[in-house]
């Protein structure tokens, strides 16, 4: 297992069109936590599973956003009708239980451009 | 939303010297905390972290201080390194989620 994997590594894309990140966990891992990151800023939540179950969502992710992870598996992000406010890195995290050893595990992200 | 800053947004030390990064944090009830490392490109790396029942705890060249009385952490490096060079954050955990600070950018001068 070589850790949080996500994929792409970049997307570029226009206004109006839709995107989606895929993030595979650490397999042992039953958690997986979206962030998203503006340049400067800290990771704010998303979102997160446990297990296939989506548990929590944040205030920041609108109707245009969509989060799944149908098996407990992978997750994948969908962003519709992207803005160019959307712009950011996207971190996948996952964990063991709440805060698990040594905590979250973040994947390196992607990142967002739109245009 | 929860508050964490940092109270310095850079550093820059002397190699071999030791580095100490602050954080404030705002809600008492948060009871885990962790300290990552980001560099350029890449997402953040868990370096150390601590429980609220602690106030110290210390690992390979890296410890933690905690300070509940007045919602304080620090992240002390021992014999920085170039390698530390990065931006540092601070995040508090309350209920399921970690709030993170706005980092601190630590950069080693050789």
């Known amino acids: 297992d070589t850790g949080v994997s996500q994929n792409p590594r970049h997307k570029i894309t226009k206004r109006g069109q839709n995107v989606t990140f895929r993030c595979d966990p650490i397999?042992?891992?039953?958690?997986l936590y979206w962030y998203r990151q503006t340049l400067g800023q800290g990771p704010e939540f998303l979102t997160y599973?446990?297990?296939?179950?989506?548990?929590?969502k944040s205030r920041l992710l609108s109707d245009r956003f969509s989060a799944e992870r149908p098996k407990g598996s992978f997750s994948t992000l969908e962003i519709q009708r992207t803005e160019q406010g959307d712009s950011a890195m996207y971190l996948c995290?996952?964990?063991?239980?709440?805060?698990?050893?040594?905590?979250?595990?973040f994947g390196s992200g992607t990142r967002l451009t739109v245009v | 939303g929860e508050s964490v800053g940092l109270h310095l947004p850079t550093l820059s030390v002397q190699e071999g010297d030791n580095s100490i990064i602050n954080c404030a944090y705002s809600?008492?009830?948060?009871?885990?905390f962790i300290w990552y490392k980001q560099e350029s490109g890449k997402g953040p790396q868990f370096i150390i972290d601590?429980?609220?029942?602690?106030d110290k705890r210390q690992g390979q060249r890296v410890t933690v201080l905690l300070n509940k009385t007045v919602k304080h952490l620090s992240l002390q490096i021992a014999a920085t390194q170039p390698g530390d060079s990065a931006v540092y954050f601070c995040a508090e955990a309350t209920g399921n989620q970690f709030y993170f600070g706005t980092g601190t950018s630590l950069t080693v001068i050789p």
């Open positions: 601590i429980r609220s029942n602690m």
């Open positions: 809600n008492s009830a948060s009871d885990y």
């Open positions: 397999s042992e891992h039953n958690r």
């Open positions: 995290a996952s964990s063991l239980g709440r805060t698990g050893f040594y905590g979250y595990t």
């Open positions: 599973f446990q297990n296939e179950a989506q548990l929590e």
